[in-house]
């Protein structure tokens, strides 16, 4: 392992690749530091500027985002009761209260001391676990792939936003999007209807676009009609006592280790190991009356625990090619499109990419503590910014980025169209994320599928009577049925307690 980090220090020694994971974490920062935007959004708006780049710069670019929104997102929760991302959710039960009373700027400083805490933890995890991971996943063969897919998409069950068969229908789009263009096997165009322009398949970076930044574009702004100037808590006293700090390490320690187990399951989310850590960290508390009204221990685990969640999400992204949440979905996009893989085979071929990365989140973590502390009054200042004059620049990125990317006008019309389709989902209540890991992961089951068939003779039992693919299928049907199973025990529950709940 000591020479793959000397070969990783080397990768990401030069003055650009610095420069690269210092941008990525003030852009995270910037973004989601207005309420709305999100390092998905942004992440996938980036991707474009990323193809001179050589992959390590392009991931650490990237990954930078992802660390720098997740503390960014608490910013605007303490100011304004309003979570710049979905994972500060509950950063607001105790942050807004603090800043009410006065403490604005401590709860800042607890916020981000307790985030880059949380992610340097969360990285040595992801660095001491993903390796054996790693080399254990090297002994698959094609029926294991298959089933390793076959488990990731099953995790669209636990991606529902509502509907679990709403979610079932936005992974089955994704998968009938993955087989247009050329059959993997036999070389024969597929779905094309004669448009030349699909014999490569639909450009996976236009439908990324388009459905995790233009559609939440014009869904906020069909939703956001009214005037959206706001006024933020001032800034003021931003340290802490030696008391403060002290009150800050148990319920950190908590979230931190909640956070990142539950980011090494996929689709568990940032925004549950934040609510888990703060119930948790309540829990253990010996004031638990003080949460929810401006606890310092409160803020502490909220945000240890949705900063934690990128090592761990990266984990399962990193070894198996299984995104851990729709953030990391469009990280491997970028990787794919990269030219690689995101498997076991990446640490053997590419450990100045993986290892890299790993020296990178470490940098990329440190870089938030002093950015968040010293522009704390600048980016009060940007949660006030009214977001009509963003969108159109944020659509002019989508379109150009696009275009960019093939040097033709047709993944612009993709962008547009799945923009609008990207809409219209989430209008009516359709999940964006499983349409996203339905294309990523569609190519990989079918290709390893037909693979072991080939290599079996038609046998299916290849995939049952190989222990590691029955395994994972097995894990893959319980985490398919999970949700029904918890909604009929909730159901139950409730009956017996003659309350009725809606489903």
């Keep these: ?54 992959p390590t710069s392009a991931l650490l670019l990237l990954s930078g985002v992802y660390v720098g929104a997740m503390f960014g997102g608490a910013i605007p929760a303490i100011l304004l009761a309003t979570p710049g991302t979905p994972a500060a959710v509950s950063t607001t039960f105790d942050g807004y209260p603090m800043a009410k009373k006065g403490y604005a700027g401590k709860a800042i400083t607890i916020a981000c001391i307790a985030s880059v805490a949380a992610g340097l933890f969360g990285t040595l995890v992801l660095m001491t676990i993903a390796p054996p991971l790693a080399e254990f996943a090297l002994r698959f063969s094609a029926p294991e792939y298959f089933a390793v897919a076959v488990f990731g998409l099953a995790v669209i069950s636990s991606l529902a936003e509502g509907s679990v068969m709403k979610a079932f229908v936005s992974g089955a789009i994704g998968l009938l999007l993955a087989m247009v263009g050329m059959d993997p096997m036999m070389g024969v165009d597929r779905l094309t209807y004669d448009n030349t322009d699909l014999l490569g398949g639909v450009p996976f970076l236009a439908v990324m676009i388009g459905t995790a930044a233009l559609a939440e574009v014009l869904y906020q702004i069909d ?101 851990g949440d729709p953030c990391t979905a469009v990280m491997m996009g970028a990787l794919i499109l990269q030219g690689l893989r995101p498997g076991p085979m990446l640490f053997t071929e590419h450990p100045e990419i993986v290892y890299g990365l790993f020296l990178g989140l470490i940098i990329s973590n440190l870089w938030v503590l002093p950015i968040g502390l010293l522009g704390a009054p600048f980016f009060a200042k940007m949660t006030t910014v009214p977001k009509h004059y963003l969108w159109p620049v944020i659509l002019v990125l989508c379109i150009t980025g696009s275009y960019a990317s093939e040097g033709g006008i047709f993944p612009a019309y993709v962008v547009a169209f799945f923009g609008a389709v990207g809409y219209l989902m989430k209008k009516l209540g359709y999940p964006i994320a499983p349409l996203i890991l339905g294309v990523l992961l569609g190519p990989i089951a079918e290709e390893n599928m037909r693979r072991a068939l080939l290599g079996s003779h038609m046998d299916y039992s290849i995939f049952i009577t190989r222990p590691i693919s029955l395994t994972l299928l097995v894990i893959a049907a319980i985490t398919l049925i999970w949700p029904w199973v918890q909604d009929w025990y909730q159901q139950r529950v409730a009956k017996k307690a003659g309350v009725k709940i809606d489903c």
Aim: glycine content about 10%; some cysteine; overall charge negative.
């Design 1 to 54: 392992m000591f020479e793959n980090l000397v070969v990783g220090l080397q990768a990401i020694a030069s003055p650009s690749v610095q420069v690269m994971i210092l941008l990525g974490a003030l852009a995270g920062i910037l973004v989601s530091c207005l309420p709305g935007l999100g390092p998905t959004m942004t992440v996938a708006l980036l991707i474009p500027f990323t193809f001179g780049m050589s």
């Design 223 to 323: 939703s956001d009609c009214k005037d959206d100037k706001t006024t933020a808590i001032a800034v003021n006293n931003m340290r802490l006592s030696k008391a403060e700090l002290k009150q800050m390490v148990k319920p950190t320690i908590i979230g931190s280790v909640l956070g990142v187990f539950i980011g090494i399951m996929p689709a568990a989310g940032a925004n549950i190991a934040s609510f888990i850590s703060w119930a948790q960290a309540k829990l253990w508390s010996k004031h638990p009356e003080e949460f929810g009204t401006g606890s310092i221990e409160g803020l502490a685990a909220s945000e240890s625990g949705n900063n934690s969640v990128v090592g761990g999400d990266l984990v399962p992204m990193l070894t198996l090619g299984i995104p």
